[in-house]
């Protein structure tokens, strides 16, 4: 995976022509996230919890869902390097279909979580505000689903900026609606943290809106995505789904260990539920350029094995993954550093301060793992190799960070270490490391094996 530095300038380059949008993208959608955090937060600790709950459910099985159309991305940029570009327009259209059953999943899931909050155990009034929250933001999960299904497919195609200027136009909208529907304002009723499920629901309408608009874009319209009408082919809808079960399954994987996590804490009290709320927004914005140039990766490795320039796949990989790191070791040192001042932002209440400037700690050590991860996992989906992070993900989130960090949080082992909240991130911070390295090795491997690339790309 060492290359020289005449030929990691020009790949550096391309991937950050593709990442910087996608970068602003994520980062547009963080903040979206955080202002709902904050906003919610200020008005009072119990409605922070309870947005931070909701989310709790709403992100993992969002991006389990999504995941499977998040195939589009690598298969659009391989047909594109391949030079069949007329052939994405079949693969998008079929899935749409698979997009519609999604919905139907999504908002049976959203209209049902009440009792996971009653099973947990969860503080009446913060389980009622989640649950809440949940049922307002079903009201646009058709949409989001849609939405996000034509801007990976945007981004396949290797035009990562309009879902960027989408992203960045919503942020001082949900400002608008979170404040209107969450204080009461401008006529609205006064629904606390409910109002930011409403607000959520109302952009994701204005995202698909937007996002069909950019449908009509010449480049888009070379997929012949509008050619004809298609009627469902299992075949097709069959491939997606097993390049991107994989893809939706590793990153719910992640992201249901930080829910359990999260429920599991919340037993312990809104104090710590609220500081793990603050410490988890705040690791999400580290994660946002790491995660969108693992994006970015994966579309330039999709695009070169598509054109069978296998070296130069191996070059983008090599040099994401070199970047990575140091952006970890720079991220660290602000972490630490700044860490009363950006748990700040969140919150005054000065319990759930106390709490989240130490979790900020945990964050910091872990970045380096946490980084290069991101983007690992991005270069192999642009070989189409989805699996084996799906099955490092469940063994080291899974069967060893939960249980490693339940045995700490409760003293089962080395008692009085890393109590309640602090020994749940220890077990985190285990495991991931674990992943990591397992995936690193896996990228490795397959970016070194010709025969094995063509073989994930013809299946």
């Not at 009201?139 to 945007?154: E, N």
């Not at 298609?230 to 249901?256: D, N, Q, R």
């Not at 070169?304 to 090599?318: C, D, I, L, M, P």
Request: contains cysteine; proline residues 4%.
């Amino acid at each position: 995976m060492f290359i020289s530095r005449k030929k990691v300038n020009p790949e550096l380059k391309a991937v950050l022509h593709l990442g910087g949008p996608m970068v602003l993208t994520q980062l547009f959608i963080m903040l979206t996230g955080t202002v709902d955090a904050a906003m919610a937060g200020h008005y009072s600790s119990v409605d922070l919890a309870g947005v931070s709950l909701g989310g709790m459910v709403l992100w993992p099985v969002f991006t389990l869902l999504t995941g499977m159309t998040m195939a589009l991305t690598p298969i659009c940029a391989q047909l594109r390097g391949a030079g069949r570009l007329k052939d994405t327009g079949h693969q998008i259209r079929q899935a749409m279909w698979l997009c519609f059953g999604t919905s139907i999943l999504l908002i049976l899931v959203l209209l049902n979580a009440a009792p996971v909050y009653n099973w947990a155990g969860i503080d009446e009034q913060a389980g009622n505000i989640a649950a809440g929250y949940l049922s307002a933001v079903a009201w646009g999960v058709p949409a989001v689903i849609f939405y996000v299904a034509l801007r990976h497919s945007s981004e396949g195609l290797g035009h990562t900026v309009p879902p960027m200027i989408i992203a960045g136009a919503m942020l001082p909208l949900n400002a608008f609606l979170n404040y209107a529907l969450i204080y009461g304002e401008f006529g609205f009723p006064e629904l606390g943290g409910i109002g930011c499920g409403y607000a959520t629901a109302i952009i994701f309408w204005v995202e698909l809106v937007l996002m069909l608009a950019v449908t009509r874009a010449p480049f888009f319209k070379s997929t012949t995505f509008f050619k004809h009408f298609e009627w469902p082919s299992l075949k097709t809808i069959g491939s997606i789904t097993k390049l991107g079960g994989p893809i939706g399954l590793s990153i719910f994987l992640e992201m249901a260990v930080f829910s359990v996590i999260g429920l599991l804490i919340a037993k312990i009290g809104v104090v710590e539920v609220a500081a793990n709320s603050v410490a988890g927004n705040i690791n999400w914005a580290t994660y946002v350029i790491p995660m969108a140039l693992g994006s970015a990766a994966s579309i330039r490795v999709g695009f070169h094995v598509g054109a069978e320039n296998y070296a130069a796949a191996r070059a983008t990989a090599a040099v994401v993954y070199k970047f990575s790191l140091y952006y970890a070791l720079g991220m660290s040192a602000v972490l630490l550093a700044f860490r009363y001042a950006l748990v700040a932002i969140f919150t005054t209440d000065p319990q759930v301060v106390e709490i989240a400037v130490t979790l900020l700690i945990f964050i910091a050590v872990y970045q380096i793992v946490d980084n290069t991860n991101a983007v690992t996992i991005g270069a192999l989906r642009g070989y189409k190799d989805t699996k084996f992070p799906m099955y490092f993900g469940l063994i080291g989130y899974w069967i060893i960070a939960v249980p490693i960090g339940y045995a700490l949080a409760e003293g089962i082992i080395f008692d009085g270490l890393a109590p309640g909240v602090y020994g749940y991130w220890t077990g985190l911070a285990i495991g991931l490391a674990i992943v990591a390295m397992c995936t690193a090795w896996r990228l490795l491997h397959i970016a070194n094996h010709p025969e094995k690339i063509r073989k994930l790309a013809s299946a």
